[in-house]
């Protein structure tokens, strides 16, 4: 299995600060997902980047992709205790079943009041 | 909103119980997917359905089957529980476009005693 293995496993922050979690996977890619798990529940789709994109934004959230490094990194800016969760990458690969996708160990994100 | 439901978010069954997991979706996605997520392992994938009475198997589908005789319904099944088979059971979604984000239920919590 071609899992994206997320870095750290772990990360602890005061609120307010800034958040960057990276995800590291394996061959070419279609597009790479990141999705956030509260405690207990289901996974959320966060925001979705395409192989020929560098950087996408969706409100405190930024993504970047480096395809040559087989990288992304998921910011969190200003971060609240409410962000406090597991994150998870989901890279799609392009030779893979078209509707799969791979997900990673995750991130623990604990956001301290 | 995607609404995906699983029937239940916490069962407890007992070794050789034939299990049923229901999962109900209303967006006429044309994708659903079984997952079982436990500590250090992240998420696998068990099944996986891409039309009615259409599946394939994922990364662990050893004892366990799966149903879909309508198109907003995809039902785990766990033949004869194990012990080994306590885990969290995650269902989701999505479009019949390649590669589009999924949408995630709950989870059940299943503990085989």
């Known amino acids: 299995s071609q899992q994206g293995e997320e870095d750290p496993q772990a990360l602890s922050i005061q609120e307010g600060e800034n958040a960057t979690m990276n995800c590291s996977y394996k061959?070419?890619?279609?597009?790479l997902q990141w999705y956030r798990q509260n405690s207990g529940r289901g996974l959320v789709h966060l925001i979705l980047?395409?192989?020929?994109?560098r950087e996408k934004h969706s409100g405190r959230l930024r993504v970047t992709l480096d395809t040559s490094k087989k990288s992304s990194s998921l910011l969190i800016t200003a971060s609240r205790a409410a962000d406090t969760a597991s994150y998870f990458c989901?890279?799609?690969?392009?030779?893979?079943?078209?509707?799969?996708?791979?997900f990673g160990k995750g991130t623990k994100l604990s956001v301290i009041p | 909103d995607v609404k995906v439901t699983q029937s239940s978010r916490y069962l407890v069954k007992r070794t050789g119980e034939k299990v049923f997991l229901e999962c109900v979706q209303d967006?006429?996605?044309?994708?659903m997917f079984w997952y079982r997520q436990d500590p250090g392992l992240g998420l696998r994938l068990i099944y996986f359905?891409?039309?009615?009475?259409?599946?394939e198997k994922g990364d662990i589908p050893e004892g366990y089957s799966v149903s879909r005789e309508k198109k907003e319904r995809f039902s785990l099944i766990l033949e004869s529980a194990s012990t080994n088979q306590t885990s969290m059971y995650l269902c989701?979604?999505?479009?019949?476009?390649?590669?589009?984000?999924?949408?995630f239920g709950d989870g059940t919590r299943l503990s085989i005693l």
């Open positions: 967006m006429d996605h044309e994708n």
């Open positions: 989701a979604s999505s479009s019949g476009q390649v590669r589009q984000p999924q949408h």
């Open positions: 061959t070419s890619i279609n597009n």
């Open positions: 359905s891409y039309d009615v009475k259409m599946k």
């Open positions: 989901a890279p799609s690969y392009s030779g893979a079943g078209s509707y799969q996708l791979t």
């Open positions: 980047i395409r192989s020929n994109e």
